[in-house]
């Protein structure tokens, strides 16, 4: 395993958990106790925990993982509902794409769609996120507008009064909204109140808000909200999702895709 992948994992299992220790993680991953210390002073040295006597605990108590530890997570499911995003997508129409493993996702479907290999331009893609707006850059039929603002580093997402500027001024189709719970009680929420603001801001500019799901999120709560659920036109979400959180929200006027 290499140390990116071990780093993963510990980081991983660390979330689930709230605490490790060495002995416990050297098993899980079938590595030295050693390694496993060596593992979590370097991640300690990084701020992305604390280490303990004998092993470590999350690095604070609303503990998110940078972007770059997420991918892995759930990832035939986020592929699926990308593409399932982007097909409800026209070609010319101008969508908004907030920060996130999923919505990274959308952005790579939308780039490879056939029907959206040339135009003048083929799609304008509003973004906060600097890793979407770096992607498609490189693609010339589409416009990129990326909105101003501090980078935060955990999810490659531009927040702040400077990108209320941008996105204050501009009206676009549809926005998809990446999140980390969703409700049909507490609605659309994210960890950080910076980038629910943002997401939020998105969502008043759109004439139609998509949030792309995967199921272990729904029925969820965390900290910012970004939206009511009454908000949001159509969740695309996997095919583990069950039959009565399908029903609350259908209840609550969000159309369900489950892919």
Partial sequence: MSRDARWK?????LVERGRLDVE????QLEVSAAT?????????????LVRTRGGAVVHGVSYELP?????????????????????LIAPGEAVGLTGGTTTTEVARALAVRPDLASGSPALTVVTNALNIANELAVRPQFKIVVTGGVARPQSYELIGPLA????????????????????????????????????RLLCERAERVVVAADSSKLGQRAFARICAAESVDTLVTDAAVGAETVRRFEEAGVRVVAV
């Fill in 24 to 27: 416990d993680a050297a098993a």
């Fill in 67 to 87: 972007l770059r530890y997420k991918t892995a997570r759930h990832a035939p499911e986020k592929q699926r509902i990308a593409k399932a995003v982007a097909d």
């Fill in 164 to 199: 209320d500027g941008v996105l204050g001024q501009i009206t676009i189709d549809v926005a998809v909204l990446g999140v980390v719970a969703f409700d049909p009680t507490h609605g659309a929420a994210a960890h950080d109140e910076a980038e629910a603001a943002i997401n």
């Fill in 9 to 13: 994992a510990l980081l991983e299992l």
């Fill in 36 to 48: 496993i210390r060596r593992d979590f002073d370097q991640l300690a040295e990084q701020q992305m």
